[in-house]
């Protein structure tokens, strides 16, 4: 009888290898270039597709255990926060405001990112990538479901959060976080990668989770937190497929280099334009706050981001672009967003407030060259005309940027009391712009930016009022019209924290309300 000699065991490279590399083929009936005709028509040139690496060699049989460890310590930590009533601990009801802007603006981003994966995981023609892509695909529509789950116990006590789906695509400033995924998801899949894995995830991730969930921990939303670490776990993957997928285009053939900054340019500006919320909330939106956008700015973008654009110039990159103006604004952005937005806060799903002299002092310290000269006496004289009963409401429409959608109201570098205007023709149409860099995006690729879904040109041509709604209608009120179309509860999710239910609701329930 012979000896049975067990088979030797495969290692984690080998075993990699087997379930990634080994489930491709050479097609048959029709040609490789048929089958996968858009890895190519972008310019992007790859001689070899084996020299794809993923630093983690993560298998699907792994990543399942893996997943499936976390979903069970994730859901029993927002249970027992449910059944605790874990929202009578938070800090304050101001800080579900925060809450609400990640509902309405990230969460379904998360979906987006997950159909995009879905679609370029198709596209490449190396087995690595398609795996790689299809994993963080699984993973973005794993945060959007608990992330809506974590934040469906608050939409049970507080208002703002009842729609964010159909808000996503209704309400005016959700265009621009809508905007930058419908231009990411109809690019080639190169671009697609560039845009979402190494500018957005890679170099500014970091901004929007880690800031966000230190200031939920400081503010005692532990679902927040757990919800949010689960995911950032996940972010680390997501990362280095950004950083592969760069790097591998630069080491594949010296004619990508062009194309690859171009794009980095291109998309490190339109996700900085998108942290404008993230800045904003950061600043304004918590209660008990842990850094400001400044702060996180210089930590995580110019220190992080500095020292990643050295490692790049090997490769012929530099730094994108809009680098040094968004250095510049990082004293400026956080102020200048909040103040839009307590302008507009009658047309917004989530309260705004002019911020106590407490923070006002505080926001001094974090911001002594611009706050106390610039925006401080802004908030002190709305909080004047509050005081006298003149809460201010803007009920103007205010000019979009055709390219980021953010109404106009950041500032020229270098001269922060001077409003940013670029404009472009084109067709004989004229488009407007906040920035040199917005407008260099549009003049580069002019027939996809002119598609542009501008709410408030939107909102002028009649296109968001309720259906049977008659503007000539005598005593037409078009925003209490608009309102409707973006089926807010009008005076529960819009106007003023002071005095809102959810101030009133948050009292009575801790006992403060005398």
Not at 123 to 135: I, K, L, P, S, Y
Not at 231 to 243: P, V
Not at 328 to 337: F, P, V
């Amino acid at each position: 009888m012979d000896t049975r000699v067990a088979k030797k065991k495969l290692g984690l490279k080998e075993r990699y290898a087997a379930m990634t590399r080994g489930l491709g083929w050479e097609t048959t009936y029709q040609p490789m270039d048929k089958v996968f005709p858009y890895d190519t028509y972008e310019g992007i040139k790859i001689h070899d597709w084996d020299k794809w690496q993923d630093p983690f060699r993560l298998t699907m049989d792994a990543y399942w255990k893996y997943q499936g460890e976390k979903e069970k310590k994730l859901y029993a930590v927002i249970e027992a926060f449910a059944q605790n009533n874990g929202q009578l601990g938070i800090s304050d009801a101001r800080y579900v405001n925060a809450l609400k802007l990640f509902i309405q603006g990230v969460t379904p981003l998360e979906y987006n990112a997950h159909r995009g994966f879905a679609h370029v995981g198709r596209q490449f023609t190396g087995e690595g990538a398609r795996v790689a892509a299809q994993m963080q695909s699984i993973d973005e529509l794993r945060h959007y479901q608990t992330e809506t789950h974590a934040i469906s116990h608050y939409n049970k006590y507080f208002n703002g959060m009842h729609s964010p789906n159909h808000w996503f695509d209704r309400v005016w400033y959700l265009s621009v976080p809508k905007s930058f995924f419908e231009d990411a998801c109809t690019a080639g899949p190169f671009e697609f990668l560039t845009a979402v894995s190494f500018s957005f995830e890679y170099v500014l991730t970091n901004l929007l989770f880690v800031p966000f969930m230190s200031g939920a921990a400081h503010n005692g939303d532990m679902s927040t937190v757990t919800f949010g670490f689960s995911a950032q776990s996940d972010e680390s993957r997501h990362m280095t497929l950004g950083i592969e997928c760069i790097k591998f285009m630069l080491e594949q053939d010296p004619d990508n280099v062009p194309i690859v900054q171009r794009w980095i340019d291109k998309w490190f500006w339109r996700g900085y334009r998108l942290l404008t919320i993230v800045a904003m909330m950061q600043d304004y939106m918590l209660p008990k706050r842990v850094m400001s956008w400044k702060e996180a700015w210089e930590m995580y973008a110019e220190g992080n981001g500095g020292a990643l654009f050295k490692d790049l110039a090997r490769y012929g990159i530099r730094e994108p672009a809009g680098w040094k103006d968004a250095c510049e604004g990082k004293d400026h952005i956080s102020h200048q967003a909040w103040a839009t937005f307590y302008n507009y806060g009658a047309a917004a799903p989530f309260h705004t407030w002019v911020p106590s002299d407490e923070e006002m002092q505080w926001l001094s310290e974090k911001y002594p060259e611009s706050f106390d000269t610039l925006y401080r006496p802004r908030f002190e004289f709305w909080r004047e005309r509050a005081e006298e009963g003149r809460r201010f409401y803007n009920k103007t429409l205010p000019m979009l940027c055709t390219t980021c959608q953010v109404p106009m109201f950041f500032t020229e570098p270098g001269d922060a009391t001077k409003i940013a205007y670029r404009e472009s023709d084109y067709f004989g149409n004229k488009y407007h712009f906040c920035s040199d860099h917005c407008k260099h995006i549009f003049d580069d690729e002019p027939e996809k930016y002119v598609q542009s879904w501008l709410p408030v040109h939107q909102i002028y041509q009649g296109h968001c009022f309720p259906e049977g709604t008659d503007p000539t209608a005598e005593g037409f009120d078009p925003l209490m019209a608009v309102l409707k179309y973006y089926e807010m509860n009008i005076g529960r999710d819009n106007f003023d924290f002071e005095g809102s239910e959810d101030q009133k609701n948050f009292a009575a329930w801790t006992g403060e309300s005398a």
